[in-house]
């Protein structure tokens, strides 16, 4: 009976440490909304980015560890696909709600799986993921009204930033692992701050955005980056990818629990299938699923 519950356990406290990360995420991208009104939502990101990079770098020190060319290559667009991703999915927050913009931005990492996989029964999970955009784009479908189109714009714009992160970060990563994302936030941080610093100002540098700025590197970043690299080479590939599914509803329940936005039965509806398209390409792999591989963290 004790080895069946060390069992249990061993199985569900990484699982744990996947929802915690997820829902430090989310929360974080609810206090950087709040941040808009006083720094932008171009400030945010650098103040944010900025941030977490020198925390990063502080605990993980890659410059003590040698890299080659070819991985430079591979984190530069990373880092820059990461940069221009935040950089837009906060621009699409500041005008949708964060839920919405999580769904559209879901279609990255969506369109990645499908690629890879190239079977027909994956037509079906695109076929459902793109109805459930539709309908979140459709005038009037809720009483909550249209979704912004330049929002909707900008989260699908970093759905395709999030997809490059993806293939270059786990380039990047099969090598040097933690020290290609830290690197690859530091480019980040380079790539944005110049639009952040032209918006913002010196306002970036009052104690108050500062404060905010440091919660949301550390919600956002350092946190969940903490908790995923811990559960990540615990967990199959099915059910990290499945838990992964889950953050729009994390993302659309943050948004209602800290930011007051409203969601219409229309709207949870083409999250759901968004989640549910996200799900159904996880669990009918073309492979056999074993451990997940050391992926780099997410980037919202």
């Avoid at 560890?65 to 837009?88: C, E, K, P, Q, T």
Wanted: charged residues 10%.
């Amino acid at each position: 009976m004790l080895f069946n519950h060390r069992a249990i356990i061993a199985r569900l406290w990484p699982v744990a440490l996947l929802l915690i990360a997820m829902a430090a995420i989310q929360s974080g991208a609810s206090l950087a909304k709040t941040l808009f009104p006083v720094a932008g939502a171009a400030g945010t990101t650098s103040i944010r980015l900025i941030l977490a990079s020198l925390m990063l770098l502080m605990v993980f020190k890659p410059w003590q560890r040698h890299i080659s060319a070819d991985a430079w290559y591979s984190i530069a667009i990373y880092g820059v696909a990461l940069g221009v991703m935040n950089f837009l999915f906060y621009q699409a927050l500041h005008r949708i709600p964060l839920g919405i913009a999580v769904a559209f931005e879901f279609s990255g990492p969506l369109t990645v799986a499908v690629i890879a996989s190239r079977r027909a029964l994956d037509l079906a999970w695109v076929g459902l993921a793109i109805a459930g955009l539709a309908i979140l784009l459709w005038p009037g479908s809720d009483t909550t009204g249209a979704v912004n189109l330049a929002g909707a714009a900008c989260a699908l714009g970093a759905g395709a930033c999030w997809a490059l992160y993806i293939l270059f970060g786990q380039k990047a990563g099969a090598v040097h692992g933690m020290h290609s994302a830290v690197l690859g936030v530091t480019i980040a941080a380079v790539v944005v701050a110049p639009t952040g610093i032209w918006e913002a100002g010196a306002t970036l540098i009052e104690p108050r955005v500062l404060a905010m700025g440091a919660g949301v590197a550390i919600l956002s970043t350092a946190l969940p980056y903490t908790l995923e690299m811990i559960a990540l080479p615990r967990l199959p590939t099915a059910t990290f990818g499945t838990l992964m599914s889950l953050e729009p509803a994390f993302g659309a329940l943050s948004g209602l629990v800290f930011l007051g936005q409203q969601l219409g039965s229309w709207q949870w509806l083409a999250i759901g299938a968004v989640m549910t398209a996200s799900i159904g390409t996880t669990l009918t792999p073309g492979t056999a699923q074993g451990p997940a591989d050391e992926e780099p963290p997410r980037p919202d």
